[in-house]
């Protein structure tokens, strides 16, 4: 993860809302959420970031209980993925998984040419519904973006130096209030205390 900038909240509110207004009009409009999870992060971390992330670290995102938008089969359990794992589901699932859950596949499928836009991730998972049983929340995990990153794997558009942009809320300050180091990486892991920084790859960006 390459630390790009430190930004305070009402600026990365307004980033979401104006890419992902909660009152537009189509059927698979669930901008809501991702509206009220970033509002929940601020209460409980605050200290945003905005930083580029590789494949690696994409895939190691932690996703939280999903049931496919209403369909009738669940994609990720209460238990959470990362989104590689996610990703091997669908592939394993086949073609099967849109018939049975087609606002989800519609979201999985815009992504296959749209262009890339940030996504919305805290250190560590807030405490929300959706989040309660993860058995990996202390690295990096989604707040918006589950479709976006899934996809980018499943289309293969995560190739060797493409980096994803995203804001990142709880990012670590050192002694003094300092901000971390601008390259550090965070992984998922089961339970556990908070994960520390390491090293990082390239800073291409999507």
């Known amino acids: 993860m390459r630390i790009l900038d430190r930004l305070d909240f009402d600026s990365v509110l307004r980033l979401y809302r104006r890419d992902h207004p909660v009152d537009r009009e189509h059927e698979d409009n669930s901008n809501s959420d991702g509206d009220a999870h970033l509002l929940t992060a601020e209460g409980m971390f605050g200290s945003w970031g905005r930083v580029l992330l590789d494949r690696t670290e994409v895939l190691d995102t932690v996703l939280p209980w999903h049931l496919g938008e209403g369909g009738e089969l669940e994609l990720v359990p209460t238990a959470g993925m990362t989104v590689g794992e996610a990703a091997a589901r669908l592939r394993r699932i086949g073609a099967g998984y849109a018939r049975l859950n087609p606002s989800c596949g519609r979201k999985l499928s815009r992504q296959a040419e749209a262009p890339f836009s940030p996504v919305f ?85 999507a």
């Open 121 to 205: 991730l805290s250190i560590p998972a807030i405490d929300s519904t959706d989040y309660q049983g993860l058995r990996q929340p202390d690295g990096l995990t989604h707040l918006d973006g589950l479709h976006r990153m899934i996809a980018w794997e499943l289309y293969g558009r995560l190739g060797p130096g493409v980096q994803v942009e995203a804001y990142v809320a709880g990012l670590p300050v050192v002694a003094g209030g300092a901000p971390a180091p601008s390259t550090v990486r965070y992984r998922a892991r089961a339970g556990g205390g908070r994960p520390g920084p390491g090293t990082a790859g390239r800073a291409a960006r």
